[in-house]
Each structure stands twice: as structure tokens, then as C-alpha cells.
């Protein structure tokens, strides 16, 4: 499905309590960054069709805040976007195979790359910032489930749960065994 997305670049910032459609929210990432603008508001996890494949529930919604920021590092100037996301991600537990509750924390600094610039080694090496292309047409949906999936934890789990009950009785039958039919014609 193709949506048409709407740039969307405030000419003030807006105010921290004044929360923007950010699933529509496109941004020049330079400009945003330059002038220090800033944007509040959620996303629905329906809307991310990139997370959903790991997700058990697609209800609910991450909070979201982006705003840029400019640094005056050695007489150059450094621009970037700060994005702090919040939210609870329902995930199969992958030793229990039951639900696990994930609360999602994302909090980058982002650093923008102005097309045909180096990339600078020093700053993402020292693990301030995380290198991206600076976009006329950045989206922020993307940018957060972008952000949300390197966040996962590889292997979701609870802290302490069970195998699933029929898979580690060890009293089962060798007819119930996936292979037990198998044992029986080597047998012959």
C-alpha cells in the first residue's frame, strides 16, 4: 500500500506539549536540526509494518520525541537530531513461547552526514552518536522503527519462566517422540 506522505516543517519549534502526527511527519533533517525545531507526539504500533513481524500485539502506541541540535566542535558545526522513544512492545518469549512485556527505551543522538561529507570516525567510534544521512525528506516513522528494531533484544525472554509444558515432562511415550515411528523401521 502506497501513502502519500505531507512535508511537514514546522517555521517555529513546537511546544513540547503540542503533539504532531509523526506516522505522516516528513522533515528536511538539515533544516530541523539547524534551526533547533522540535516534535512531540505517538505513533501506533499498527502503523509499523516492519515491526510487525516480531510483535504478538499490534496494539498500542510508542511516545515519541525528536529535535535537533547543533554543536560547535574545533570550529566546525555539527548538526543532528536527538530521538528519545518510549512504549511496551508485546514479543514471544523465545524459551516459553508465551508473551513477554518489553519496555522499549530508545534514547539516539544522531548525528547527520550532509551528502558527499566524510564520516566522521572520531565521533561515532566514541559512541556519542550514531552516524545518518542527513534526508530532505526524512520520515519520521521510518527513523523510529528504524530506531525501535536495533533496540529488540535479540532473544526475547522472561527472566524466569518454563518450558512450554508438553515440551519438558521427559515422561513422554516414544510414540508421542517426533522420531519414535522412525526408530521403529530401523528396527526391521
Not at 510483535?55 to 511516545?63: D, F, I, M, R, T
Not at 566514541?126 to 530506531?147: H, K
Amino acid at each position: 500500500m502506497i501513502t502519500s506522505m505531507v512535508c511537514v516543517v514546522p517555521e517555529k519549534p513546537l511546544e513540547p506539549s503540542e503533539p504532531a502526527d509523526l506516522a505522516n511527519l516528513v522533515i528536511d533533517s538539515l533544516k530541523f536540526a539547524a534551526e533547533g525545531q522540535s516534535v512531540t507526539g505517538s505513533i501506533a504500533l499498527s502503523g509499523m509494518l516492519r515491526l510487525a513481524d516480531v510483535l504478538l500485539n499490534h496494539a498500542g502506541s510508542l511516545n515519541c520525541a525528536l529535535s535537533g541540535f547543533e554543536e560547535r566542535r574545533f570550529g566546525t558545526v555539527k548538526l543532528g537530531l536527538h530521538l528519545r522513544i518510549s512504549g511496551r512492545l508485546t514479543l514471544h518469549c523465545q524459551r516459553c513461547l508465551a508473551e513477554v512485556v518489553h519496555a522499549c527505551v530508545v534514547d539516539s543522538r544522531l548525528l547527520l552526514i550532509p551528502p558527499g561529507e566524510a564520516w566522521p570516525e572520531e565521533e561515532v567510534e566514541a559512541d556519542d552518536y550514531d552516524a545518518l544521512p542527513a534526508d530532505r525528506a526524512l520520515s519520521v516513522l521510518a527513523l523510529v522503527e528504524d530506531e525501535v528494531l536495533l533496540a529488540l533484544p535479540i532473544v526475547p525472554r522472561h527472566a524466569d519462566c518454563q518450558l512450554p509444558a508438553d515440551a519438558g515432562s521427559g515422561e513422554e511415550s516414544d510414540s508421542r517422540l517426533p522420531f519414535a515411528a522412525l526408530a521403529g523401521l530401523k528396527k526391521h
